[in-house]
């Protein structure tokens, strides 16, 4: 854990969308219903030419790569509604409450500067409103004359906090964002959004895996003191399905066999959590309760998929491909997604807190595996 102080800041500006809450799925799914009508067929290797940009540049984008026969200009008008009935659906971005509430109760002033038109942020915002009450200025792009990559977004931004652009701390997911907070000479921590591009985000003064990650002791603000034992708890969620053939790194790391879950048709819930490496519980169907680390990663081969690789910690006398396998995920541990022997000597000391050892409970694997349960997989 990092502890050496980069730069004392006096203040944080956010990016929204990527950033604090996950917009990136439903501007794919919105691209890929909509370019059907035109014959064509969304690929998402597109997406990283528009994160970050306005709704116009983004607009043109789409209009240039898919040779679209009307103007940028109308086509974001078609798509203005159908992104409008998806907002509701947007999720807040793993350890995003958690840290501008931090921040919040330690009286850090916040600012929000965006890319959207000042219409769509309070739209967004209307679905969280811890995040839009916590926010003492909020910048958008049509209330200034050029947006991000143009530094004046976060100039604005530090002018109405009353603050100097060298006191101010930007958090940003996207290349054109990181640019206008190094333009207005602020230090950047990116969040990238898009996977295995973490090379691209040089400019930025801290790159990190996801806001689970981020250490405002680095910044010279007040410390997080959620971690416990090396561990930080998390909202327990949960997924099922039957055991596939592992990798094989398991049983040289660990000295335990690995397997991977099967994740078909668990893409959504997959999406939402940053690749890392996990613990919880996991519940065998023929076998009962086991204590487990996890890591979730990206498919070397293709970029748009996560992937699970399991490691129960109990020594099996065989195999157990197939069977069907809960699993409740309650705790962090950090962004590398490889496991190590260390992993599962911390989780095996972790798990019998009171904190998390109460997840071990025959009442609540049976309600999450359910069929008509929500979060079933």
């Known amino acids: 854990m990092m502890d050496s102080v980069k730069k004392q800041v006096c203040c944080v500006i956010f990016d929204l969308d990527g950033t604090l809450v996950n917009t990136d799925g439903l501007v794919s799914e ?67 409450y958690r840290l501008i509430k931090h921040l919040m109760g330690h009286g850090v002033k916040m600012a929000l500067a965006s890319n959207s038109p000042r219409a769509n942020i309070e739209t967004k915002l209307s679905y969280h409103l811890t995040l839009k009450e916590s926010f003492a200025a909020i910048v958008a792009s049509d209330e200034v004359k050029e947006g991000k990559p143009s530094p004046e977004i976060y100039l604005e931004a530090a002018k ?42 040089t400019i ?89 680390v996890m890591s979730i990663g990206w498919n070397p081969y293709n970029n748009t998929e996560k992937t699970i690789e399991l490691c129960l910690l109990h020594k099996f006398d065989e195999d157990f491909y197939g069977e069907e396998l809960h699993l409740v995920i309650v705790g962090y541990i950090r962004p590398e997604a490889n496991l190590k022997h260390e992993d599962g000597e911390l989780v095996e000391k972790a798990l019998e807190l009171p904190l998390y050892a109460k997840y071990k409970d025959e009442e609540y694997f049976n309600s999450i595996s359910r069929p008509d349960h929500h979060n079933h997989l």
């Open 30 to 96: 919105v691209l890929k219903v909509y370019l059907v009508k035109h014959k064509k067929k969304w690929d998402g290797r597109e997406v990283h030419k528009i994160v970050g940009k306005t709704p116009l540049e983004a607009a043109a984008v789409i209009v240039e790569e898919y040779a679209l026969p009307l103007l940028k200009e109308d086509l974001l008008l078609e798509f203005s509604p159908m992104f409008s009935d998806q907002w509701c659906k947007l999720k807040a971005q793993p350890g995003a």
């Open 160 to 201: 109405r906090l009353n603050m100097d652009p060298s006191n101010c701390l930007v958090i940003e997911d996207s290349l054109p964002g990181i640019c206008a907070a190094k333009a207005a000479e602020m230090e950047v921590v990116a969040v990238p959004s898009l996977p295995n591009q973490s090379h691209l985000y």
């Open 204 to 292: 930025a003064d801290e790159v990190i895996n996801s806001l689970l990650d981020i250490r405002p002791k680095t910044w010279g603000l007040p410390p997080f003191k959620d971690w416990i034992d090396g561990t930080l708890p998390i909202e327990p969620w949960h997924i099922g399905g039957p055991v596939i053939k592992g990798y094989g790194r398991g049983s040289e790391m660990l000295g335990i066999p690995t397997a991977s879950l099967s994740v078909e048709g668990s893409a959504a819930i997959l999406s939402e959590q940053p690749a890392g490496v996990y613990f919880g519980w996991t519940k065998l169907s023929t076998r009962g309760f086991y204590k487990m």
